[in-house]
């Protein structure tokens, strides 16, 4: 599986990204005419530069200001890119963009979402890094993309809306749920990077672990005294066979000895009720013949700092083993199965195209017995029975 690890510790936008993705080897003029089914009036010029003594690739759209609307509404932005002549898939992810920055301008300016006006993002050259990014990463054949925790910078940048503080608020509301941190002067972040690598990124933190081929350099407008204002791809392969879906986690593990089953109920509750992946409390036999309990915890890179918080505050352990680990998964979809108490969900896992694992959902199971009156073991054997007529 090819992936992908972008490095934003010079900050992220949607020009840097397109800079890195034609230096990985995308030939300029092959990202130019797939774009140009868009319909508006563009032109794409990549050259190199040096950041710092760094050598990087950075690309520039250009387009004529004075004969183009540019303060969009996302209908019009969501007609452009259903009227063009891409993938299913590159419009899908491409209007998902689009999508979340129309979500943090509306709540900043107390407004619905149809309402908001594109001004920056709505301008073509803005519409070009989003579809652009997303289509480049269609044709480097990535499967997935990996993210580094966003330098943001610091101080002000002068705007449409005039002259807001760094992160701007629409930037800042874009990056919720993603770790963040400030190291250089000026607005490093813009919404059209943080919502592109919002909506494509499988997981934010540490690089993953691949087969590295190819590193690509693609350069910001600015030159940053302190540091290379570029932007660096990854790009390698991870050594999974198609059949399986695969991430990458972190284990976090402790061991606990003056602690009740009660008191650990309740930390389960805690921790799945805070976005944990999955915990798993294991009765365990330790030092000095104290029974006790064995602590695993399994989160998103993004998640570990507040999981470490929750950890601390609800539990009497000193220390906590965090490793990172590789997930190996079924492809897993939901299907509905009818029985004569109503619709229960199924969870299906399938190993390519073929289906090796089916499973009642619980929940689902549970509100179908209590409605109906009828007991759990009931409700499981009407749809085991259903699953072993049916084909899902």
């Keep these: 599986m090819k992936i992908a690890y972008i490095d934003c510790s010079s900050g992220v936008g949607g020009d840097m990204l397109l800079g890195a993705i034609v230096d990985s080897g995308i030939d300029i003029d092959l990202l130019f005419n797939e774009l140009k089914s868009l319909g508006v009036e563009f032109e794409m010029r990549s050259k190199t530069v040096y950041k710092n003594h760094v050598r990087a690739t950075k690309v520039d759209v250009l387009w004529d200001e004075g004969h183009h609307h540019h303060h969009r509404h996302l209908r019009d932005i969501e007609d452009i890119v259903s ?3 891409l993938s299913k898939s590159v ?46 990463f269609e044709l480097l054949g990535i ?31 874009i990056l919720r749920g993603m770790p963040i941190y400030s190291d250089g002067d000026g607005e490093l972040v813009t919404p059209t990077g943080a919502a592109i690598v919002k909506v494509l990124s499988s997981g934010f933190g ?15 407008s600015r030159d940053i005294a302190t540091f290379p204002n570029v932007l660096r791809m990854f790009l390698g392969r991870v050594d999974v066979a198609e059949d ?15 602690s009740t089953p009660e008191m650990m109920g309740f930390i389960y509750d805690v921790l799945i009720g805070s976005g944990a992946l999955d915990v798993v409390i ?9 029974v006790g309990f064995r602590l695993s915890v399994l989160v998103s890179e993004d998640k570990l700092d507040f999981i470490l918080r929750r ?23 939901e299907e509905f199965v009818e029985t004569i108490w109503g619709s229960v969900k199924v969870k299906v896992g399938s190993m390519g195209d073929k289906v090796v694992t089916v499973s009642p959902e619980y929940e689902s199971c549970k509100e179908i017995a209590l409605k109906g009156g009828v007991s759990l073991k009931e409700v499981y054997g009407e749809v085991m029975s259903k699953l072993g007529k049916e084909t899902i």
């Design 83 to 85: 009227n063009s002549a």
């Design 91 to 136: 419009k899908e992810k491409s209007i998902s963009i689009f999508h979340v920055v129309a979500e943090a301008e509306a709540k900043v300016h107390g407004m619905s979402v149809e309402d908001v006006h594109f001004h920056e993002v709505g301008a073509v050259d803005s519409i070009v890094d989003i579809v652009g990014s997303v289509v480049g």
């Design 143 to 173: 499967e997935k993309i990996y993210t580094s925790a966003l330098n943001v910078g610091s101080g002000r940048v002068e705007c449409a809306h005039g002259v807001l503080p760094v992160p701007a608020p629409a930037t800042s509301e």
């Design 206 to 220: 540490g690089m993953p672990s691949m087969n590295l081929e190819t590193v690509s350099l693609g350069a910001g």
């Design 244 to 258: 399986y879906d695969m991430d990458e986690v972190l284990l976090l593990e402790t061991d606990i000895d003056d």
């Design 282 to 290: 294991i009765p365990s036999f330790m030092k000095k013949n104290r």
């Design 311 to 333: 950890l601390f505050a609800e539990t009497t352990t000193f220390g906590i083993r965090v490793n990172r680990v590789r997930r190996y998964k079924l492809f897993r979809k």
